[in-house]
């Protein structure tokens, strides 16, 4: 799992959003800081005016800044030195400075702090928005892969059933070509154990088939090329056997609030019905006037002193780009609600759906756990018959047939319970990823697991 984590293809684009998103954050951000600029010029003229020459040089640097406040209001400050020498003609040389500053403060229509910081404050809502993606999408990458692992392993198992049948079947057949050359069984029963001993070697060519290509998907999910050559641990199938598998003991009810509670995709949608909830009462101060206050001074050390006051009003006449706008977020406030509740009912559905999945798996699991124990005695008692020729050979071959049958149904319904309880797990939210890439159950507020060993003996009999 830490291999998936750190190289699964489409983990690393929801990664990669959440950073350019991170930047525009950065970008948005900058828009409310102080913003220094600088720089200057130098000029050198020559010109000849009315047969006199005139030639001189300029240089003017400049710094200053601008900032915008919370409530709308603009200051821009700017300080400037003009040098000048002149080197033919008339005029005069030398320095003289300028101190310039403006402030605009609007006391209408942009003037609440709500509107002002709005694009800063869905910049940094939708990175927090891809920050729950991004943690959602690890769990889902996490679970996909597991289960893809589980039913790699299944298949593997299947090749061992396969083996062990093929070699039960050898010996079966050593047994019956004994007692068909002691004339106690008749040979078309040897002909039927050798024909079901080619059908088994071809099931075990198409398992292997399977095994191979479940294995280059779980190779893909991992983000490693399908050349690459690895073995899985079957110790992980062995311990599901011997242990059996965590899942909630809580009612159906508690699931779901447990689900409506924690899921980070229904907690991004509550998040957009607020973000449209703010866009409508941003449309709708663009519906009130506009009332602009300004002032602003420049002092020039060798020249008069300038200061101004005054105001613009902008009355709400003509605003149907406007009243487009605020419609157009009233409509967009509809739809994320609708959303939200598609959402909610959704989950609901997924819980319900992985619920009753979890509790027929492991009821499946059981019983075909019983079978499974009651074809083995079954051979065993006929094998056992069979050595002194009390009953057919088919009967024996039925009963191996069986319990091969029996072996690979149980480790499907194994694995099918493996993988709804991973569901359930991540379909309540419960389900929480190490850095490792490794799962456990979330903190202490979840409900509490238990083991199917402990709910119920049964279910991992073997």
Not at 189 to 218: G, P, T
Not at 316 to 332: G, I
Not at 422 to 435: A, G, K, S
């Amino acid at each position: 799992m830490a291999i998936t984590t750190a190289r699964n293809r489409e983990y690393h684009l929801q990664k990669e959003l959440l950073y350019t998103l991170a930047l525009d954050m950065r970008l948005v951000r900058h828009a409310y800081e102080t913003q220094l600029f600088g720089g200057g010029t130098a000029l050198y003229s020559n010109e000849k005016i009315r047969g006199t020459r005139q030639e001189d040089v300029v240089v003017e640097p400049n710094l200053g800044f601008n900032r915008l406040l919370a409530f709308g209001t603009l200051i821009s400050a700017q300080i400037g030195a003009r040098w000048v020498e002149v080197l033919a003609g008339s005029g005069d040389s030398g320095l003289s400075s300028v101190l310039g500053a403006s402030v605009t403060q609007p006391l209408l229509r942009g003037s609440d702090p709500r509107v002002v910081l709005e694009p800063l404050t869905q910049a940094e809502r939708t990175a927090l928005q891809q920050i729950r993606t991004v943690a959602r999408f690890r769990k889902l990458v996490v679970v996909l892969a597991i289960t893809q692992y589980y039913e790699t392993l299944e298949f593997q198992d299947t090749i061992r059933n396969t083996d062990a049948y093929i070699n039960s079947l050898l010996t079966l057949e050593n047994r019956v070509e004994k007692l068909v050359d002691a004339a106690r069984l008749p040979p078309e029963e040897l002909d039927q154990v050798r024909q079901e001993v080619l059908r088994a070697k071809d099931s075990r060519i198409l398992a292997a088939k399977e095994y191979e290509r479940f294995l280059d998907f779980l190779k893909i999910t991992m983000g490693v090329p399908p050349t690459m050559e690895f073995d899985l641990d079957t110790d992980v199938f062995e311990a599901l056997k011997a242990k059996g598998i965590p899942y909630p003991d809580f009612s159906l009810d508690e699931a779901i609030d447990t689900a409506l509670y924690r899921r980070l995709d229904l907690t991004n949608n509550a998040d957009m019905v607020i973000d449209a909830q703010r866009a409508v009462f941003v449309a709708k101060d663009g519906l009130r006037t506009g009332l602009n206050v300004s002032a602003g001074v420049d002092i020039d050390t060798n020249g008069p002193k300038r200061s101004a006051a005054g105001a613009a009003l902008e009355l709400p006449l003509d605003l149907v780009p406007e009243q487009d706008l605020y419609a157009r977020a009233l409509v967009l406030l509809n739809q994320r609600q609708r959303e939200y509740d598609q959402t909610a009912d959704t989950i609901r559905l997924e819980v319900r759906e992985a619920h009753r999945k979890m509790l027929e798996t492991a009821e499946r699991y059981k019983i075909l756990s019983e079978g499974m124990r009651l074809a083995e005695e079954r051979v065993e008692k006929t094998f056992a018959a069979l050595r002194y020729a009390r009953l057919s050979s088919r009967r024996v071959l039925t009963a191996l047939e069986h319990q091969y049958r029996a072996r690979n149904e149980a480790a499907d319904a194994l694995t099918d319970y493996a993988i709804a309880t991973l569901n359930f797990y991540r379909d309540t939210e419960i389900l929480q990823v190490r850095p490792d890439g490794m799962w456990e159950i979330g903190p202490s507020t979840a409900p509490v697991a238990r083991t199917a060993s402990n709910a119920d003996s049964s279910l991992t009999r073997e």
